[in-house]
C-alpha cells in the first residue's frame, strides 16, 4: 500500500517515456468519485520533475506495470497502438476455486448498468494451485488458484468482473468478490489488498523501432503467500 513520500519505482525512462511500479491503493489520477489526496501522477510529476501523459490506466487496488507518455506524439503512438490491439499487458491473481488449465472468457460488460455492454474477452492460463485446511461455507478446505491473464480487451474492471462471471472470484476485491474468502484472508493471512497484479506490458518503441518488454516484481505480501508449500506448480 501506497503511503505519502513513498518513492514510485521507476522501471524504464528514456525521453518518450517513463514506466513505473503503481503501488495498490493509489489512484492514477484524480477523479470526482474519490477524496483522495494523493494521485500516482501527481506523484510521479513531482518526482521526476517532467510533465505526463496518462496513456492508460490501472485500477485503484491493482498493483503493477503502467507506462506514463512524456510528449504529445509519444502519447498518440501509444494511443494509436492501444487502439490496434498491439499492445500486449500481462497480470497475475489469486482466484477463488479451482480454474480450467486454459480459458477464454468472452462476456460483454458495461461501466455500470445505466450503460451499453461493450465486448469483452480475456485469456487466462492456470499456473499454480493450494488448497487450505481452512474451512469455508460448506466446505471443509479452501481452494485457489494463481492464474495469469492476458486482455484482448482493455474495459473497466475487466478481469475482475470476468472472473466473478465464471465464479473464479478474485481474492481481496471488495467490489466483485466473495466476501468470505476475503474474510479467511484477513484473518488467517493478514492480507487486505487485491491479489492482482499488472506483472508486464510490452509496446513498440515508435522511435528506438523494437518492442519493448517490462516486466514488475512481485510485492512482498502477494510474493510471500504464493511461496506457501501448499502451493503446487503446473507444469
Known amino acids: 500500500m ?3 513520500g513513498d518513492e514510485i519505482k521507476v522501471l524504464y525512462q528514456d ?7 503503481k503501488p495498490c491503493g493509489l489512484l492514477v489520477h484524480r477523479s470526482f468519485r474519490s477524496t483522495d489526496k494523493f494521485f500516482l501522477l501527481q506523484e510521479l510529476r513531482n518526482q521526476i520533475g517532467k510533465k505526463l501523459y496518462p496513456v492508460h490506466r490501472l485500477d485503484r ?3 503493477g506495470v503502467i507506462a506514463f507518455a512524456l510528449n504529445q506524439k509519444a502519447a498518440r503512438e501509444f494511443s494509436n497502438q492501444i487502439q490496434n490491439h498491439q499492445i ?4 497475475l491473481a489469486v482466484v477463488r476455486g479451482y480454474t480450467e488449465n486454459y480459458g477464454i472468457i468472452d462476456y460483454p460488460i458495461s461501466i ?3 450503460k451499453p455492454k461493450q465486448v469483452a474477452i480475456t485469456h487466462f492460463e492456470r499456473v499454480a494451485i493450494a488448497s487450505f485446511d481452512i474451512s469455508c461455507s460448506k466446505y471443509a478446505t479452501s481452494r485457489y488458484s494463481l492464474v495469469r491473464c492476458y486482455l484482448e480487451t482493455g474495459r473497466y474492471h475487466q478481469i475482475r468482473k470476468h472472473f466473478a462471471h465464471i465464479s473464479h472470484h478474485l481474492i481481496g476485491d ?4 466473495k466476501g468470505e474468502h476475503n474474510r479467511i484472508f484477513r484473518e488467517k493471512f493478514g492480507l487486505t ?3 492482482l497484479i499488472a506483472k508486464s506490458l510490452e509496446f513498440h518503441h515508435y522511435k528506438k523501432d523494437e518492442r519493448l ?3 514488475t516484481d512481485l510485492e512482498d505480501d502477494f510474493a510471500k503467500f504464493i511461496e506457501l508449500p501448499e502451493w503446487k506448480y503446473c507444469e
Do not use: C, N, Q
Open 2 to 4: 501506497y503511503a505519502f
Open 15 to 21: 525521453d518518450d517515456y517513463v514506466v513505473v511500479h
Open 61 to 63: 487496488p491493482t498493483s
Open 88 to 91: 500486449k499487458k500481462e497480470y
Open 112 to 114: 455500470d448498468k445505466s
Open 174 to 177: 471488495t467490489m466483485h468478490g
Open 193 to 195: 489488498r487485491l491479489l
Open 213 to 215: 518488454k517490462i516486466i
